[in-house]
């Protein structure tokens, strides 16, 4: 199937930080059918560095994303389910970021921009899931920070979504996880053609945003995965260069993922979706993530993989038994995997099987929003 | 006591590359005294961006990177062991290294300054130890690519050491410790401040070397040093600063440290050994390890720390079960510690009285040279 990406606007939106944005574009993409009772709706979030396009291929063969996930008979199935994805407040796809245009000055925002948060990017959601006249939601699905959008949804909008599925993430950034992207930060902002964010037009920080990417990628994996996938291997040659060359085929990959990535994302998305991010804190204003997680009427299904120390599956207990202690209906699978954290995205066997029966159950014990009421 | 640095002048050394570099100086320091028989020295092997002045303090007042490992009374008693400690070759403290002013053209080498190895560095040491007229080490110790060098100098000179204490090291750098490594070369080559290594009397790539100190600073910490250190606590703020300013305690931290590095550390140093990491292999040229470590002959105390993840336990475990299947002397300990990398330096309570309890045996059982032969 084509995907198209489809676009809708909305006048304002007042975020966290007491600035209100206004004239906001979201590009979002639909796969499946609603059904008439509009109750099969299934909100997809998109992780860091995604977008909307999570399903199908597009106009250029380009698969999504999540296309292994999404699709007629897989666990996301769009026989049965009306799947759609949107490109996160801040991004760089699509959806108003840093790199549009203000429309008070004619000019891209750059670090203009006001700081966003999970909670600003899952409310801009809210209003595109009411313009498309959906009352309740079937499932909210993400990993990483798409997991956190999840679990925001849960408290924010609690009777619009009947099941979360928050998979390979966090209730709350960690120091470690702060640290790494502030690393990502640093070798941006710290590019000179960074220009203080004001680059649009002229010479891209491409060598901080790849340096950037290049940390990225290494979380991504595992010790175990990259030992797989690369080894010791030599890159096209059989000695050492004893020079500053790439000598190692894991060399190589970072570097061509760096330069890759240059192409396709924005510098200072980067910087204002990983502060989201960092900010995140589900427990933040409350005593406890347990009872943060009191207003949620949702079914839950959280997994977390083994080998993923990025958003090592402590983190998923957590939530698993904050939830738990609040008799929340929760399931949660620790998958066995060596892929890290791009588990949630190449290995998904496992998790095909899983998502599809808790699916099938929610489908089954749908509580409309009328019901609830 | 007050540690003066000395030096040693060395005519040449045959690099494993094939290069013959000339005029070498080494940059090291001793503490306590030689004994008469010279069977009690232990050299001592710095880590990545360690140096010479292990122990003591120095004119500045300041204390050697393992001065609560070695003095009176200390795990390497300088009451009754002769303790020395070296720059290695490529370093930027004293050794012969890229900021040297090259003999042949009056300048500093910069990038050309040959590419160097574990090995060559190991060899210099020995140059080192037979000037000073030292027939055959009690012990030599490590942590990190220390450890790497103590495994060196167990293959390459088997009989001049009694005994090898390689801490928190591997016997081969894996693809995600190569990743790390270049990542940082990457962010150093990156900065235009970097000037193809020709910086010296210019702006340093100052942005570049911080950034790649950030990466490593990640890494010597554990996920659980990191919340206990900083948590989600903020730098001097009450709520966010929804831009990029420094928000958390762990970004502050961080830019510190890393634009502290740069007036310590040497960006064509940061190259050239973390080169030399990456091409380790004690294998290399061998079967196996196991067949690698069959011409040692000393005894060896391996220590590991259940939280770094940086060297993990499993790679120690690798080198002990290569000694263990040849039969060698080897006792091995998993120590417990939050603390991840930094464990070897900060966490050195339960690593002192092993370390003690070993070197008393290898005195009372010392082989001398004469008696191997």
Redesign the interface.
């Known amino acids: 199937m084509i995907a198209e990406t489809q676009i809708a606007q909305f006048d304002s939106l007042t975020l966290d930080?007491g600035v209100t944005l206004r004239d906001i574009t979201v590009a979002y993409e639909t796969y499946g059918a609603l059904n008439e009772a509009r109750t099969n709706a299934i909100l997809i979030e998109h992780a860091f560095t995604g977008d909307a396009h999570a399903a199908g291929i597009d106009h250029e063969g380009k698969p999504g994303w999540w296309a292994n996930m999404i699709g007629p008979g897989k666990a996301f199935d769009t026989d049965h389910y009306f799947v759609l994805c949107a490109n996160v407040l801040g991004g760089c796809r699509g959806t108003t970021g840093p790199s549009t245009v203000n429309p008070a000055t004619g000019k891209p925002y750059g670090?203009a921009f006001?700081?966003i948060t999970i909670s600003d990017m899952v409310r801009l959601q809210k209003l595109l899931i009411d313009h498309l006249g959906i009352p309740k939601l079937l499932a909210v699905a993400g990993g990483s920070m798409g997991g956190m959008q999840v679990l925001e949804w849960a408290v924010a909008f609690p009777d619009a979504v009947e099941a979360c599925l928050p998979i390979a993430t966090t209730a709350?950034?960690?120091?470690?996880q702060?640290?790494?992207n502030?690393?990502g930060?640093?070798?941006i902002?710290?590019?000179?053609d960074f220009q203080n964010g004001n680059y649009y037009g002229g010479a891209l920080p491409a060598?901080?945003l790849?340096?950037a990417r290049?940390?990225g990628?290494?979380t991504y994996?595992s010790?175990e995965s990259?030992?797989e996938?690369?080894?010791?291997r030599l890159r096209d040659r059989q000695d050492?260069?004893?020079?500053?060359d790439v000598?190692?085929?894991?060399?190589s990959y970072?570097?061509y993922r760096?330069n890759q990535f240059v192409g396709r994302f924005d510098a200072n998305s980067y910087?204002y979706i990983t502060?989201a991010m960092?900010?995140f804190?589900l427990a933040s204003g409350f005593p406890s993530l347990a009872v943060a997680l009191e207003r949620a009427r949702s079914r839950f299904l959280v997994i977390s993989f083994t080998s993923d120390?990025l958003y090592?599956s402590y983190q998923s207990q957590e939530i698993v038994n904050a939830l738990r202690s609040r008799n929340h209906d929760v399931t949660y699978c620790e998958l066995s995997s060596n892929y890290g954290h791009d588990a949630f995205l190449v290995d998904v066997g496992e998790q095909t099987e899983i998502v599809r029966g808790f699916l099938a159950r929610c489908v089954r014990e749908f509580r409309s929003l009328e019901a609830v009421r």
Request: proline fraction near 5%.
């Open positions: 930080n670090l006001p700081g709350r950034h960690s120091a470690q702060i640290a790494f502030e690393t930060r640093q070798a902002m710290g590019d000179p060598r901080g790849s340096v290049m940390v990628h290494i994996m010790d990259m030992r996938k690369f080894g010791r050492f260069s004893y020079g500053m000598d190692f085929e894991v060399e970072l570097r760096g910087l502060k960092d900010y804190d120390w090592p």
